[in-house]
């Protein structure tokens, strides 16, 4: 089982970026998918999840109406994209997978938002 991100970089404020979670070894269908982000010296923090029930989605306040996640049945894969970003979206970002007490991780991928 393995959850690979990719996608980030160094982007100026009010600019776009995404990112993608490519999923092997199992299908992410059947778990909820989400995406994390930490900040030096902060708690990591949920930023947005779509539930295997449903394709419903949740976002953090800080990100509503800027961020959305979707889910790429096809390519097993899930992306975030986000506009309209801010410095304090700055952190890495993690892809998660949870389901029952399946709980897995993605390496991370550095997002830095500067002028």
């Known amino acids: 089982v393995q959850l690979v991100e990719s996608g980030g970089g160094l982007v100026q404020p009010g600019g776009s970026l995404r990112l993608s979670c490519a999923a092997s070894?199992?299908?992410?269908?059947?778990?909820?998918m989400g995406w994390y982000r930490q900040a030096p010296g902060k708690e990591r923090e949920l930023v947005a999840v779509v539930y295997r029930a449903g394709g419903s989605t949740d976002y953090a306040d800080s990100v509503k109406g800027r961020f959305t996640i979707s889910r790429n049945n096809v390519r097993n894969t899930v992306d975030l994209q986000m506009n309209w970003m801010k410095p304090e979206d700055t952190a890495v970002y993690y892809c998660?997978?949870?389901?029952?007490?399946?709980?897995?991780w993605g390496q991370g991928t550095q997002v830095t938002v500067s002028s």
């Open positions: 070894g199992f299908t992410n269908t059947y778990y909820d």
């Open positions: 998660n997978a949870k389901r029952l007490r399946d709980d897995y």
